[in-house]
Nanobody
Framework: QVQLVESGGGLVQTGDSLRLSCVAS????????MAWFRQTPGKEREFVAV????????NVADSVKGRFTVSRVNAKNTLYLQMNNLTPDDTAVYYC??????????????????WGQGTQVTVSS
């Protein structure tokens, strides 16, 4: 089982940037797909970005396309989410997730079996 720890959340203003980090331990980093999801109270967990284990064809949700970028540094066992031009609609708890090794990265939260504790991002207007 992979353990995930997110960090980097905080309170920012509209138009600001943040970079979230997700440090993984356990498993062989780089062999499993990872993703970012977010959730607000009373709503379903929403897909944000996915990083396939091969590192090819990353994908972000339409709602954040052009503003958010997902990347991975294998030497640091870390997945990143660079968030630019933030708006109040981006306010949520952001979660990092991982699937089993050698599987396909997807946008469905039900496919992921390892989750971090979440980090709060709050964007004020």
């Amino acid at each position: 089982q992979v353990q995930l720890v997110e960090s980097g959340g905080g309170l920012v203003q509209t138009g600001d940037s943040l970079r979230l980090s997700c440090v993984a331990s356990g498993g062989v980093f780089g062999t499993y797909p990872m993703a970012w999801f977010r959730q607000t109270p009373g709503k379903e967990r929403e897909f944000v970005a996915v990083f396939p284990w091969r590192g090819i064809s990353t994908n972000v949700a339409d709602s954040v396309k052009g503003r958010f970028t997902v990347s991975r540094v294998n030497a640091k066992n870390t997945l990143y989410l660079q968030m630019n031009n933030l708006t109040p609609d981006d306010t949520a708890v952001y979660y990092c997730a991982a699937r089993s090794s050698w599987t396909t990265g997807t946008s469905d939260s039900r496919d992921y079996n390892s989750w971090g504790q979440g980090t709060q991002v709050t964007v004020s207007s």
